[in-house]
């Protein structure tokens, strides 16, 4: 029997003999006149309540000695369940009078000081990679931002719970993941995985945490390399040009580096820290300059000394920046703790291969050989995303080398070599609709609009706005802007919204009102 029902038995029975010994009184009346007893009575409740927070840090200690011994699986299991007996046990401490909170709260915090150095010593010794779990859990990484002292208890501590607070703007925000953008969330995390191991080691060498990598990415890209917004921020990160040049992306033999991942995520990294060094270190603040600029925000948050949720700075911001932060930060809290929400992760197997081809092929080819072999959803977006530079229709020539994960390597070798194989593949890219002309170097316009008008690097709401549309489409009766987002293939309401002058969170229609169709693709 857990302790703390062995307590509450007890107890009873205690009561129930003091009863027993009162005479005629009523029980009301014993209790009335005994006030210690019930102190006493409530400290029995209280020390139970501490004791199963104690015992919940404690496994969660053990489970990271699993994790240093390499049983990742067992550990984030173990993890996994610390963490919700702690949250019961704050829970419950909460609704008890006399309880002291900040107790449990230091377990939480001890337990979230000794997962991060766990993971920073693993990263140390150079041992094997643990931030995904063989069982497809996300990795648990906090590691510390740059800088400062300050800026390590962002994330660590009472801090991180400052940084990711579930207000109502965070709620929102955890709602859109989990509802009808779950499927772009999901989409993220398998196109991440596969990326991984070209955009994490800057992220770790610079001292970043890898969730807020993952939450820019889930926000503004979907996870798809060619993204570009109507205002013209482009790739997983959404550099718009200038602010891309200035920090290293330019133009490779004719490639925009803002396509390559590494290069980006290392443009990306280089921004946030100066930022960071501009902002207090206040990371919402710094999304905030991401998307909104950085000028706007040093001049709003007076160099970071007002933080992003005072109204001085919040609703002196454009309604896109009052919405990106958030959402980033509900994304990244969604990638360290899925379990809170049901959410579950598509397992992925991440090792990376090579294709070696012995025929001229396009990535269209090859992706359709592949089919759906090692990835139910087939290859496409995972080939076009590890070779940013060649264009998916662009024939390659024999000999010509292609990033692609191991298991897709496997594949090829498999099926894609054999000459009526060759030539089936051949005569499909071949293949054109009379009348109407091939679509060359496919694009996917990016997951989220660009940013408000102030120039952040990822661009302008107000280009955004005025993006120019030749398609329209007219209100039917019980249409929302979801479903005719939905309907016109397009992931965000945002380009919607900002096109047609719609304010959040109602994007208010008529029946019968005209809108215009931004451009989305897949």
């Given at each position: 029997m857990p302790r703390f029902f062995r307590v509450a038995f007890v107890l009873a029975l205690c009561l129930l003999s003091a009863c027993n010994h009162s005479g005629s009184r009523s029980s009301t009346n014993a209790f009335a006149n005994r006030p210690n007893d019930i102190s006493a009575a409530s400290a029995v409740f209280i020390q139970a309540v501490y004791d199963d927070g104690d015992a919940a840090r404690t496994q969660g200690e053990q489970a990271l000695e699993k994790l240093r011994a390499g049983d990742s699986a067992a550990a984030a299991d173990g993890l996994a369940e610390a963490r919700s007996r702690l949250a019961a046990a704050a829970e419950r401490c909460a609704a008890m009078h006399g309880c002291a909170v900040e107790r449990i709260a230091k377990a939480q915090d001890a337990l979230l000081e000794a997962q991060t150095q766990a993971l920073v010593g693993l990263g140390a010794t150079g041992a094997s990679d643990t931030s995904t779990s063989d069982d497809g859990q996300p990795s648990p990484v906090l590691a510390a931002l740059p800088e400062s002292e300050r800026s390590i208890n962002l994330l660590n501590g009472q801090d991180l719970r400052e940084l990711i607070k579930v207000n109502e703007p965070l709620r929102a925000a955890l709602r859109e993941w989990l509802t009808w953008m779950r499927p772009q969330l999901l989409d993220t995390y398998e196109n991440y995985q596969y990326l991984r191991y070209k955009m994490w080691p800057t992220y770790a060498k610079n001292g970043l945490p890898e969730a807020v990598l993952f939450g820019i990415m889930a926000k503004e890209s979907g996870g798809k390399v060619h993204a570009v917004s109507p205002s013209g921020a482009s790739g997983l990160l959404q550099f718009m040009p200038a602010t891309g040049k200035r920090y290293g992306l330019g133009a490779d033999n004719g490639f925009d580096q803002r396509f390559d991942p590494t290069a980006s995520t290392e443009a990306n990294a280089a921004y946030l820290n100066d930022q960071l060094k501009r902002l207090n270190n206040d990371l919402e603040l710094v999304l905030g300059a991401y998307n909104g600029g950085e000028s706007r925000m040093v001049q709003l948050s007076q160099g970071g000394a007002r933080r992003f949720w005072d109204p001085r700075v919040f609703q002196a911001l454009a309604p896109e920046t009052r919405e990106y932060v958030p959402m980033v930060l509900a994304a990244a809290w969604l990638f360290l703790h899925p379990e809170d929400y049901g959410l579950r992760w598509p397992k992925v197997d991440q090792r990376p291969g090579e294709i070696n081809l012995a025929t001229a092929m396009s990535l269209n080819e090859v992706s359709i050989c592949l089919g759906q072999d090692g990835n139910e959803r087939g290859w496409f977006r995972t080939m076009r995303n590890l070779n940013p530079r060649w264009q998916a229709d662009t024939r390659l020539p024999a000999g010509t080398r292609l990033e692609a994960p191991a298991r897709a390597a496997e594949a090829f070798k498999r099926r894609c070599t054999a000459p009526e194989m060759v030539?089936?593949?051949?005569?499909?890219?071949?293949?054109?609709?009379?009348?109407?002309?091939?679509?060359?170097?496919?694009?996917?316009?990016?997951?989220?609009?660009?940013?408000?008008?102030?120039?952040?690097?990822?661009?302008?709401?107000?280009a955004s706005a005025t993006a120019?549309?030749?398609?329209?489409?007219?209100?039917?009766?019980?249409?929302?802007?979801?479903?005719?987002?939905?309907?016109?293939?397009?992931?965000?309401?945002?380009?919607?919204?900002?096109?047609?002058?719609?304010?959040?969170?109602?994007?208010?229609?008529?029946?019968?009102?005209?809108l215009r169709v931004p451009t989305c693709g897949a």
């Open positions: 030539a089936r593949l051949q005569a499909l890219q071949d293949a054109r609709i009379p009348g109407v002309a091939p679509r060359v170097g496919v694009r996917t316009v990016a997951a989220s609009s660009a940013a408000p008008a102030a120039r952040g690097a990822t661009g302008s709401a107000a120019s549309s030749k398609q329209t489409h007219k209100v039917a009766k019980g249409e929302t802007l979801i479903t005719i987002a939905r309907k016109h293939g397009c992931n965000s309401l945002k380009d919607f919204a900002s096109m047609n002058g719609l304010s959040a969170p109602r994007y208010s229609l008529r029946e019968g009102q005209t």
